[in-house]
């Protein structure tokens, strides 16, 4: 049985090496890695420009929306990993046009 989760890192360090070869690496770590601490800065949290909702108002808000059920995650398969692959080469060839 193949290891996919072990498959796809091996892929995705082949992936970020070739993409060091066309980009800066600041720009190859933006394409592969989210921002997950936007809104903050060298020191302390993000500054909030408004005061959260109320307790009530978050409550009221929730139950006006539509529930969204997850289906449970599934085990990688070969299919899903060769479209991550050219998912990821079609950013890279986009990313190469616009210079």
């Known amino acids: 049985m193949i290891d996919w989760e072990a498959e796809l890192k091996r892929r995705l360090r082949a992936l970020y090496a070739i993409a060091l070869d066309f980009m800066s690496k600041e720009e190859a770590r933006a394409l592969f890695c989210s921002i ?29 929306e539509p529930r969204i059920e ?23 060839n986009s990313i190469g046009d616009k210079k």
């Open 70 to 92: 997850f289906e449970n995650e599934r085990p990688l398969t070969e299919a899903d990993i060769e479209r991550m692959d050219q998912h990821f080469l079609d950013r890279l």
């Open 36 to 64: 997950t601490k936007r809104g903050r800065g060298k020191r302390g949290p993000a500054r909030t420009l408004n005061p959260p909702p109320s307790k009530e108002a978050e409550r009221k808000r929730r139950a006006r």
